[in-house]
């Protein structure tokens, strides 16, 4: 199942947006699904997670607070509601899904069916 991220645009700081993913086809049982963000010549890195069973969130430091993680079951899609954007928030958004248990929700080896994301540009 494969993944794909849509939503991002060109935002002034401060300003909001809400990324969607949606599955291809009907998502396997996977444990999680997440955020990610690739900055140009950064490694991708965890942004944010929600369990599948019992919906648990969990969120990288530098956007707990200004992000929210959620989903809906029922449209096979997950969102991730951005404020307060930063500029160092400007990335590449992708979604993915892990088997994983939630020790390595962090891990993005831990994740497949990566899609291609969306750009997310925040001006100063």
């Known amino acids: 199942v494969q993944l794909q991220a849509f939503g991002g645009g060109l935002v002034q700081a401060g300003g909001s947006l809400r990324l969607s993913c949606v599955a291809s086809s009907r998502p396997s049982n996977s444990a999680s699904l997440g955020w990610f963000r690739q900055a140009p010549g950064k490694e991708r890195e965890f942004v944010a997670t929600?369990?599948?069973?019992?919906?648990?969130?969990y969120y990288a430091d530098a956007v707990k607070g200004r992000f929210t993680i959620s989903k809906d079951a029922a449209k096979n899609t997950m969102y991730l509601r951005m404020n307060n954007l930063r500029p160092e928030d400007t990335a590449v958004y992708y979604c993915?899904?892990?088997?994983?248990?939630?020790?390595?929700?962090?891990?993005?080896?831990?994740?497949?069916?990566w899609g291609q994301g969306t750009l997310v540009t925040v001006s100063s």
């Open positions: 929600i369990r599948r069973s019992g919906g648990a969130t």
């Open positions: 993915a899904s892990t088997y994983g248990p939630t020790s390595t929700y962090w891990n993005v080896s831990m994740y497949s069916g």
